[in-house]
């Protein structure tokens, strides 16, 4: 538990240490000895005696007011909001920073307890796995007792030891990070696994975090736009950032670029490698065999050598079992639980395998949304799936990565048989519009469809699965578990995609019910 006697005095010396607090503050006297226990930017989630945070561009002072209708003691907030809140509330103490992302992480780590001193901390980056290896990882640490001593921070979900709720953000702003790894400590979990995107190193989200292991998986062009990263070069050296944070490295000799970071990874106290096919990495794998849904291999660490099981498609999955292996032995975790762990592995939209009755069609739920990531996955289908007709559905996002509307269909356009091109977070953009870029840039001699509404782009790819001469697996990608659609500045609420295809399935099935039973 959090016992420390933290006051508005304290958090206002430590900024001042920082250099983050301005002259603008208004504390007062009879304010220096307030207790504060924690810190949140949501008004929703206040509670007595926390520090609440005004930030984000659609802050309104509605927000405050009700902030402090539920208990928080003070605010912190920009200086460009000073004068307004202090009009506001010019009653209600107040800390302005200088730099609000900075002094909301520092201020935020203190009010909860530097939970991360009582917790050892996994954190995994790189443009793609990060959720399934962060998901095997917690696999091996729980050992047979799901939710014991793993809390788990993602793009999928977050489980705190209290609550287990779908994530917003892959790392979420620095008092939510606070409060999970906070009520981690206080439920008693060992560990904390969570995923570190290249915003949150940018935009100081995971600032002061103590991380026991970084792992990095690799590094390919993604999220360059002026939305995320300007340039290529903003997008790796925000990366390489997470190295600066952390007592070991773990690093994937597989990985383009990797002798710069591997440059940055020795900064590390201790550097540990791995890689598929790398006899000269720490740890390494080979025999790595695919076949109907499992992947196998021969793993080697310094301690041991032994097989391995996944029970998910994708060779390329073996390059995240290997990162979660080398954390998880880092941690001094025994090779059998390792195994185990790994063999049980379950990840919501990654490579997510459904079968339907006769077998004619299967289905492949899966999160790939960028060039490398489809540049992995398709030929790992085309291995897996011989013989079977290749249908992929995805769309590309609208307002940002803009490259993925071209990059995407030509990459997939090498392996598949057809190609469904539909709604996939269009933002302020026209599905249509998006789709005429995709289908523009797809191979010549590959057919394709545009069907914007993303159920009925599912049910037509079942129907030409079902309808195909010979075995077929349908790929429905790009949004694996997100539940909502990003259109027009709103999240609408959407149907998971492994949802649509089995009522698809069931829908055909049922209008053709001989067909189905052969």
């Excluded at 530097?114 to 995994?124: H, K, Q, R, V």
């Excluded at 409060?179 to 696994?193: K, T």
């Excluded at 996955?377 to 307002?399: C, E, L, N, Q």
């Amino acid at each position: 538990m959090n016992t420390s006697l933290l006051t508005l005095a304290d958090l206002a010396q430590l900024l001042t240490t920082k250099g983050l607090l301005s002259d603008a503050t208004t504390l007062g006297q009879d304010a220096q000895d307030i207790a504060v226990t924690g810190a949140d930017c949501d008004s929703r989630v206040v509670e007595p005696h926390h520090l609440f945070i005004c930030k984000g561009t659609a802050f309104k002072s509605a927000y405050l007011v009700s902030a402090r209708e539920k208990g928080a003691c003070a605010y912190l907030a920009d200086e460009a909001h000073a004068d307004e809140l202090s009009s506001l509330m010019p009653d209600f103490p107040a800390l302005i920073a200088t730099d609000l992302r900075e002094a909301m992480a520092w201020a935020a780590k203190a009010a909860y307890g530097n939970p991360d001193e009582s917790l050892s901390i996994i954190g995994i980056t790189g443009t793609k796995g990060k959720s399934t290896t962060t998901y095997m990882l917690r696999a091996i640490l729980e050992g047979n007792e799901p939710y014991s001593a793993c809390g788990l921070i993602g793009s999928i979900e977050t489980y705190d030891g209290m609550t287990s709720q779908e994530s917003v953000n892959t790392t979420p702003e620095s008092p939510d990070l606070w409060r999970y790894l906070a009520h981690m400590r206080d439920r008693g979990l060992s560990y904390a696994v969570m995923e570190v995107s290249s915003q949150a190193l940018k935009y100081d989200r995971v600032l002061g975090l103590k991380l026991d292991i970084a792992g990095f998986l690799n590094i390919g062009e993604d999220h360059i736009s002026p939305l995320e990263h300007p340039n290529w070069d903003d997008y790796f050296q925000s990366k390489l950032k997470i190295f600066s944070q952390a007592r070991c490295a773990v690093v994937n000799l597989n990985s383009d670029h990797v002798d710069e970071i591997l440059d940055r990874a020795r900064t590390c106290k201790k550097l540990v490698t791995f890689g598929a096919g790398r006899p000269d990495a720490d740890i390494w794998a080979e025999d790595i065999e695919s076949s109907c849904g499992f992947v196998t291999f021969l793993c080697h660490t310094p301690a041991w050598s032994g097989p391995i099981t996944l029970t998910m498609p994708g060779t390329f999955n073996v390059e995240n079992a290997l990162c979660a292996i080398a954390c998880a032995t880092e941690l001094g975790v025994p090779s059998e639980q390792i195994a185990e762990g790994l063999a049980r592995t379950k990840v919501p939209g990654r490579m997510e395998l459904i079968r339907t009755p006769n077998a004619k069609v299967t289905g492949i739920v899966d999160f790939a949304h960028n060039k490398m990531a489809f540049e992995k996955f398709f030929p790992s289908v085309v291995k897996d799936f011989p013989d079977h007709h290749v249908i992929a559905v995805f769309g590309a996002t609208g307002d940002k990565a803009t490259e993925r509307r071209f990059e995407l269909p030509a990459v997939a356009g090498k392996f598949a048989d057809c190609l469904i091109f539909t709604k996939d977070d269009p933002g302020h953009e026209q599905v249509e519009d998006i789709c005429r870029a995709m289908a523009d840039s797809t191979p010549k001699d590959v057919p394709t469809e545009t069907i914007p509404d993303r159920k009925a782009a599912i049910a037509r790819a079942v129907e030409l699965g079902f309808e195909a001469d010979g075995p077929a697996v349908v790929c429905v990608l790009g949004r694996g578990t997100e539940g909502v659609q990003h259109e027009c500045g709103k999240l609408i609420p959407a149907p998971l995609d492994a949802d649509l295809f089995q009522d698809a399935v069931r829908d055909w099935c049922a209008k053709h019910p001989e067909d189905a039973k052969a």
